[in-house]
């Protein structure tokens, strides 16, 4: 049977449901995944300076291939993008600058050092998003950025991240597509502090002074992530869940969930439905925490496919901006970000598939018996064959095919790199 066969049967019994398979297709495609391009490069960047990465966040594996300058990181996620269905967007973080050579500190970064970022990303019709770099930087060596007791340092990590917002708002008036910054920080202690609160109030202040720089945000709309812990700042983080939700909540700005930044059996998941209630947008980062914050490529595990059924069933497609943040240097990089992105993907389509009204009234009648029943059954639905129509309709490899790709890129380019 062909694929287009095995789509017109599989088909028929998602329509039993009523579902309109071919609207939910085309519906698909327009849902862009913020595709991080650190996992090209093992969060390394290309400052002229380079640095060892910091900030409690690790990067295990020695893959051979990795992209050393930004054409190739460039060249590595064109072909990832060629084996993933949709258009997408790609996330920068500031560390990606390009100064010809010249060292340019990070209080000092320009528009212009990503103009070639931009101007692929116009070629390839891709939105651009970014993060400023609070990491990997003798100033954030002692662990402490925006919350740090020095107003000196405090001062350069603002001026950093002030500088990131207009690179990102050249980026959304250049590509007509509102970009999203993200601020991370690793901020905290590795022993039971003393004070908690005195940082928190610094970090409070420096995000206030950050954000009295206003940007429109047709161009760039900015974003807050927590973590519960890193590596060095085991006992307490500055920014906190509840220090981010409330300064998002209070200040119109974005919380960002990751996966990975909460406590073992907390999940992203459930909390979607919670703030979609207080606020019209939210950002994701999806990982895959396995024992810690280890940033493992996503798979199709029951927590993706729920937080594909919450983004769906709550109708919140164009209110959550899906970003990923995995890295893993133990494979072969473009086959990580084409393994995790295509699950999103698939999340995201499986959940497009659920009857999903049919599925609440069920609940709102108490009718949990058949509520558990439809939803088990429902994933051995042929969910398969519709996914591999979509990959062919958008010209991507069905299946596993794409690996043949990813083994000639691999014999042809990645290992003729030192
Ligand atoms: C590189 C990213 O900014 C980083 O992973 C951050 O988003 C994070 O999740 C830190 O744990
Ligand atoms: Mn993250």
Redesign the pocket.
């Known amino acids: 049977m062909t694929v287009k066969e095995n789509f017109e049967n599989a088909k028929q019994q998602y329509e039993k449901w009523g579902i309109n398979v071919e609207d939910v297709l085309k519906k698909l495609k327009n849902v862009p995944i913020s595709i991080h391009c ?1 996992q090209g490069d093992d ?1 390394g960047g290309f400052e002229v300076n380079q640095q060892e990465l910091s900030g409690g ?1 690790d990067v295990t594996g020695n893959y051979p291939g990795k992209a050393t300058n930004p054409k190739e990181l460039r060249s590595d996620l064109e072909k990832a993008l060629s084996l993933i269905p949709g258009k997408h967007r790609v996330n920068l ?1 500031a560390i990606y600058a390009e100064t010809e050579g010249e060292v340019v500190d990070r209080d000092a970064i320009k528009p212009q050092h990503f103009e070639n970022w931009v101007n692929w990303a116009k070629k390839n019709g891709l939105g651009l998003d970014f ?1 400023p770099t609070l990491f990997s930087h003798p100033k954030a060596d002692d662990g402490l950025t925006l919350a740090h007791p020095n107003k000196e340092i405090r001062d350069f990590w603002i001026r950093h991240t002030v500088a990131s917002r207009k690179i990102a708002e050249y980026f959304g008036k250049e590509l007509g597509t509102s970009t999203l910054t993200n601020i ?1 920080i690793p901020d905290g202690y590795k022993d039971i502090p003393s004070d908690r609160l005195t940082p928190r109030k610094r970090l409070k202040e420096s995000l206030d002074e950050i954000f009295s720089v206003e940007i429109d945000e047709k161009y760039n709309v900015d974003a807050v ?1 927590s ?1 519960l812990f ?1 590596i060095g700042s085991e006992a307490y983080v500055v920014g906190s869940h509840e220090f981010y939700m409330g300064y998002a909540l209070k200040n119109n700005k974005l919380l960002l969930l ?1 996966s ?2 909460y406590h073992p059996t907390e999940v992203i998941s459930n909390k979607i439905s919670s703030m979609l209630l207080y606020s019209d947008e939210l950002a994701l ?1 999806v990982s895959r925490p396995v024992r810690w ?1 280890s ?1 493992h490529v996503v798979i199709l595990d029951d927590e993706l496919r729920e937080i594909g059924l919450e983004i769906v069933r709550n109708d919140a497609l164009d209110k959550v901006r899906i970003g990923l ?1 995995f890295f893993d240097a133990s494979i072969n990089r473009i086959a990580a970000w084409t393994i995790g992105t295509r699950n999103m993907i698939k999340a995201l389509l499986y959940a497009m598939l659920t009857p999903n009204d049919y599925l609440k009234q069920l609940q709102e009648d108490g009718n949990f018996t058949e509520r558990l029943a439809l939803m088990e059954e429902l994933k051995t639905y042929p969910f398969g064959a519709i996914w591999d129509y979509y990959c062919e309709q958008m010209g991507v490899p069905v299946g596993e095919s794409w690996l043949d790709e990813v083994k000639s890129y691999e014999e042809t380019v990645l290992s003729k790199r030192n």
Do not use: Y
């Open positions: 650190w969060i966040i973080h993060n991370w992530e973590k890193g990751d990975g930044h980062h914050d940033d943040d």
